[in-house]
């Protein structure tokens, strides 16, 4: 099977209700999965928005029938303890009739900060993240009661009573080799944001292989491209600063500072824009190439979603089907 092709319910950029119906839209259209970011901030204040994800997506399960849905990550260490995470996860696996991928990942500051408990250093973070994704594994077995005493976390006595029959499948970021190695290890998903083929590699030289890889890209889909170029400047300047650093900005002020000197021919030229779909299969080739196995696209504009909707069941779907054969 070739690449697939995903749409991302982006809940920086609408409300609740809109991105049911955007993702309901998404299943009519055609597209073979969705994911979801998890913020409690948007990175932008022009964004506008930051629902719930897991209230959101219980609602996309029951709107919908057949698309896959995926959290596009959740952090399980600071505004969620692993044993919620799971909890809500087997919930949500059940509600979907099990069509549900837990991705996880290490968290950003922007939305973590919200509990006061600090933002430790990364490697401390990836410790968290290691025993969070331990917990939440042994919960997922269902045997007995999970306890565990660990460096950050403590579990006393709990049992998911409400297990799927599907076991949720887990998904892990990964933005260099160790963590894609770990995700070969310990997950069933490889998550990342970059068409890195070592990730690919090192997650498939850890058991990974054959097992899918989902990566996103952002596009800013519209029939005017200097209009598209600009909406892209000022909803996503700051998609080019990089993971490691938006990791460790405290809120929108930060991201707004940060990427303050990023200009609208940058964006262009690192987001394709207008209505060209070569230009869109193009940059995912660079993902296909890399090994990916799905691609998760993210339209910018939360009001821009009916009209990406149809572009893509006329014109960019059956040129995906040609170009990846999924």
């Not at 597209?31 to 970011?37: E, P």
């Not at 700051?238 to 405290?250: D, S, T, Y």
């Not at 990916?292 to 009001?303: K, M, P, S, W």
Request: with cysteine; proline share 6%; charged share 20%.
């Amino acid at each position: 099977m070739g690449m697939q092709l995903g749409y991302t319910m982006m809940t920086e950029q609408a409300g609740p209700k809109d991105l049911v119906g955007h993702v309901v839209g998404a299943e009519e259209v055609g597209f073979d999965f969705a994911v979801s970011s998890d913020h409690y901030f948007p990175w932008l204040d022009e964004m506008g928005h930051s629902p719930n994800a897991w209230v959101t997506l219980g609602a996309a399960a029951q709107a919908t029938s057949r698309i896959p849905l995926m959290t596009y990550v959740t952090c399980p260490i600071f505004r969620y303890h692993p044993v919620v995470v799971a909890q809500q996860a087997a919930t949500l696996q059940i509600l979907s009739g099990g069509r549900f991928t837990l991705g996880l990942g290490a968290g950003e500051n922007l939305n973590e900060h919200v509990v006061g408990a600090g933002w430790p250093p990364a490697d401390v973070r990836h410790e968290m993240i290691m025993e969070a994704l331990q917990i939440i594994r042994d919960l997922f077995d269902g045997e007995g009661h999970t306890n565990f005493r660990g460096e950050h976390f403590d579990v006393e006595s709990a049992k998911l009573w409400d297990l799927p029959d599907t076991r949720v499948p887990i998904g892990f970021a990964a933005g260099g080799k160790q963590a894609a190695t770990i995700a070969g290890e310990l997950a069933d998903v490889l998550v990342a944001t970059d068409p890195l083929s070592e990730l690919v590699e090192a997650f498939e030289a850890a058991g990974g292989a054959g097992k899918p890889k989902v990566a996103q890209m952002p596009i800013s889909y519209g029939t005017d491209k200097a209009a598209a170029v600009t909406r892209a400047h000022s909803l996503f300047r700051w998609f080019g600063l990089g993971w490691k650093v938006n990791a460790e900005l405290p809120g929108p002020s930060a991201f707004d500072a940060a990427s303050s000197f990023v200009r609208e021919e940058d964006v262009e030229g690192s987001i394709p824009c207008g209505d060209d779909v070569e230009a869109v299969i193009e940059s995912a080739k660079e993902y296909a190439d890399a090994g990916f196995t799905h691609l998760a696209l993210v339209q910018i504009g939360g009001d821009q979603q009916q009209p990406y909707l149809e572009w893509t069941r006329d014109r960019l779907l059956p040129a995906w089907r040609e170009a990846f054969g999924s």
